[in-house]
């Protein structure tokens, strides 16, 4: 029996030393290390661009004139009802109008990726007449009481809306 088991622990301490299961723990590990990736190690731009996937959803027929990832459809764009956009085509449209919504805020710097993610939501009127604009303005950064009230949809607080605000100022505010 002694003699089985010494040789069964070769056999597993050759296996595992060997430079085929070593290839494969290291792409395992490395896949469980980019499983494990902190949505803050992304560039603003990319972290905005994943809290707005999450929380819009890709849109579905029924939803127009909204489409892809909350893209209102104005007049003269080619977008059809009743025609679904792709995952890639609701990307690049969700990109197209965060950059437009960001240059939009340029002129605050850091502020202008949190301050686009707002826009894409609410509207940049809405954004334009609100309290954190004047207060980044200002020069004041305690805007968490402004920007968190922005959480209301039909008149009501919509614990939705405000754990997206909650996800927006953790991930895009930098004090």
């Given at each position: 029996m002694k003699r089985i088991l010494i040789f069964l622990m070769a056999i597993v301490t050759l296996a595992v030393t060997s430079p085929a299961f070593a290839a494969?723990?290291?792409s395992a590990f490395g896949a469980q290390q980019r499983k494990n990736r902190s949505i803050m190690e992304l560039p603003l731009f990319e972290r905005a661009v994943?809290?707005?996937?999450k929380y819009e959803t890709l849109h579905k027929p029924r939803h127009w004139p909204y489409v892809g990832y909350g893209h209102q459809v104005q007049p003269g764009e080619p977008y059809r009802r009743g025609v679904q956009l792709t995952e890639?085509?609701?990307d690049a449209l969700l990109r197209k109008d965060l950059a437009k919504f960001c240059a939009l805020y340029s002129q605050y710097g850091k502020d202008?990726?949190?301050l686009g993610a707002l826009a894409y939501n609410c509207g940049p009127g809405v954004v334009n007449k609100s309290s954190i604009l004047k207060k980044l303005k200002s020069g004041d950064r305690n805007i968490f009481k402004a920007y968190t009230s922005h959480c209301r949809y039909k008149g009501k607080r919509h614990k939705g809306l405000y754990n997206r605000r909650l996800t927006e100022l953790a991930a895009l505010f930098i004090p």
């Amino acid at each position: 029996m002694k003699r089985i088991l010494i040789f069964l622990m070769a056999i597993v301490t050759l296996a595992v030393t060997s430079p085929a299961f070593a290839a494969s723990s290291r792409s395992a590990f490395g896949a469980q290390q980019r499983k494990n990736r902190s949505i803050m190690e992304l560039p603003l731009f990319e972290r905005a661009v994943l809290i707005i996937k999450k929380y819009e959803t890709l849109h579905k027929p029924r939803h127009w004139p909204y489409v892809g990832y909350g893209h209102q459809v104005q007049p003269g764009e080619p977008y059809r009802r009743g025609v679904q956009l792709t995952e890639a085509q609701a990307d690049a449209l969700l990109r197209k109008d965060l950059a437009k919504f960001c240059a939009l805020y340029s002129q605050y710097g850091k502020d202008s990726v949190l301050l686009g993610a707002l826009a894409y939501n609410c509207g940049p009127g809405v954004v334009n007449k609100s309290s954190i604009l004047k207060k980044l303005k200002s020069g004041d950064r305690n805007i968490f009481k402004a920007y968190t009230s922005h959480c209301r949809y039909k008149g009501k607080r919509h614990k939705g809306l405000y754990n997206r605000r909650l996800t927006e100022l953790a991930a895009l505010f930098i004090p």
